[in-house]
């Protein structure tokens, strides 16, 4: 049976004012005192509610979302209720801040889950950085999912979520209202695939120069629409039915479904082949990341360094040492694993897009035959002497060095097999 970790919830909708997070705060508060919740209603707010998409201040913006969430805390203890919505997150490690969907309740932050897809036609990968991974808030009565914004329009991160147990998903945004069609449509359409209750706020109104849509929705499994605001500020509550929620999905349930459709095989291509999937994924705006190496016997740094290759770009190939080559490089001992098995193996990672062979001592040709956006090599490598860095760069691509988590190489493990 599942089980609802709130079972009243709203949306709290209004127009955010561009780096004004006094005025936005104010307005959340007349709201909620124009509109008293019940307690333990958890309570939506929309995409970086307090500030907007005020880029210059980005990092400065980000400093204050600690004393944001205190006052949200000291808030949800006034009225016994619960909060969820986006703020900007400095980074622990100095880099760009996230945008991050923050849960808080009367006691401090419940959770917190990042921002999974940047909106780049805003240039907000410019100011934020993406999160990594998508697993659900985990509160003391159950796993409550999320969504920021542009993350609506991938059904993969919904997916992910359900799939891992969640029956509420929260949506915080500011989406404008040239595509307000769209953003009934996702609504009810992330509702309908994965049998879930959905709260989504929305911002209304003028945000800096651009309109927002409004339309905060609460929507249930089947895709019924529950509350929906127009364009003003206004918060509309509901009481979710975890008795409905198990009728719809003891009919069928999509969510738990995932059957295992891949031949990890067909990612092992020719050149030719792999030039036109390139020139697909090219034209619908992806980047391409390359890197290469002999991956002879596949150990956790050899993962480790192709995971973080991949997050570089939408798409990762990875160019493969032939048999030949590698006893060129490395001497008539090597590879230990024949190339075939070498790239099978490759192919079953899920960081990896395609797998080229290539029999030249280096992979120059290749990087000039495929001139991809980012060209990946290891920060053993100092940048002027990557091979095919310069051609990478002539064409508008950069040099990503990545620094080995692991220290671990597949020299070290033939000694420890031959000791």
Request: charged fraction near 20%.
């Amino acid at each position: 049976m599942a089980m609802l970790p709130f079972s009243t919830v709203a949306y709290v909708q209004f127009a955010v004012q561009l780096g004004q997070p006094e005025k936005n705060w104010q307005a959340v508060v007349e709201l909620l005192a124009q509109n008293t919740p019940e307690p333990q209603t958890l309570l939506v707010l929309p995409e970086l509610w307090a500030t907007g998409f005020d880029y210059p201040r980005t990092e400065e913006l980000a400093a204050q979302t600690p004393a944001l969430l205190e006052q949200l805390r000291g808030l949800a203890d006034h009225y016994k209720v619960f909060f969820a919505g986006s703020l900007a997150e400095q980074s622990v490690d100095g880099g760009l801040p996230q945008n991050t969907l923050f849960l808080v309740g009367p006691a401090g932050i419940m959770g917190r889950l990042p921002k999974q897809y940047l909106f780049s036609a805003w240039q907000e990968d410019s100011y934020y950085r993406p999160g990594k991974d998508c697993m659900p808030m985990e509160t003391e009565w159950g796993p409550v999912g999320g969504l920021v914004c542009y993350d609506l329009r991938f059904p993969e991160v919904a997916r992910e979520q359900a799939f891992s147990g969640i029956c509420l998903l929260l949506v915080s945004a500011q989406w404008p209202l040239a595509r307000l069609d769209h953003w009934q449509a996702l609504l009810k359409a992330r509702a309908i695939e994965n049998q879930v209750y959905i709260v989504a706020a929305n911002g209304c109104g003028m945000s800096g120069e651009m309109e927002l849509a409004g339309h905060s929705m609460v929507v249930a499994p089947d895709g019924t629409v529950m509350q929906e605001a127009g364009n003003s500020p206004a918060t509309a509550g509901a009481v979710l039915d975890a008795d409905f929620l198990n009728t719809t999905r003891r009919r069928f349930c999509p969510p738990g479904e995932r059957p295992w459709r891949k031949n990890d095989a067909r990612k092992i291509v020719s050149l030719p082949v792999l030039q036109d999937a390139l020139r697909s994924i090219g034209r619908q705006g992806g980047r391409i990341a390359f890197t290469n190496g002999c991956f002879d016997i596949l150990h956790a740094g050899h993962v480790s360094y192709l995971e973080q290759a991949r997050s570089t770009a939408d798409c990762l190939v990875v160019g493969l040492n032939s048999d030949s080559s590698i006893r060129r490089l490395k001497g008539p001992s090597r590879p230990v694993n024949r190339e075939q098995d070498r790239a099978r193996v490759l192919a079953g990672l899920g960081c990896v897009d395609f797998i080229v062979l290539f029999a030249d001592d280096t992979p120059l040709d290749l990087i000039t035959a495929l001139l991809p956006d980012v060209l990946v090599k290891g920060a053993d490598w100092a940048e002027d002497d990557i091979v095919g860095g310069r051609e990478v760069k002539v064409a508008g691509g950069r040099v990503e060095r990545i620094v080995f988590q692991y220290d671990s190489s597949t020299t070290k493990v033939i000694e420890k097999i031959r000791r």
